[in-house]
């Protein structure tokens, strides 16, 4: 089973949150305003059936929730000692 991380399901989250306020602010058509909604419902659904755990991690992001990924110079430095 294939996860993704929350930090990218909240980038994608509250991304299409802003897409159907700014639908609704600007007079989009209906119907992309109902699928921005929709997603909007859809993306917490999915966390919670997947970990129960990361849903409240959607909404209230953690500093202390998951250590950082390595970057390029860690694993280089890693592999060469």
Not at 1 to 14: C, D, G, K, Q, W
Not at 36 to 44: M, N, T
Not at 61 to 77: F, G, N, Q, V, Y
């Amino acid at each position: 089973m294939f996860v993704l991380p929350v930090a990218r399901l909240r980038i994608t989250f509250y991304s299409t949150a802003v897409l159907a306020v700014a639908g609704a602010a600007t007079d989009a058509p209906l119907w992309s305003i109902a699928a921005s909604l929709f997603l909007c419902v859809a993306i917490p659904l999915a966390v919670a059936f997947q970990s129960p755990q990361h849903l409240r991690a959607l909404f209230v992001p953690s500093r202390a929730a998951e250590p950082a990924a390595l970057t390029r110079k860690d694993i280089s430095h890693a592999q060469i000692h």
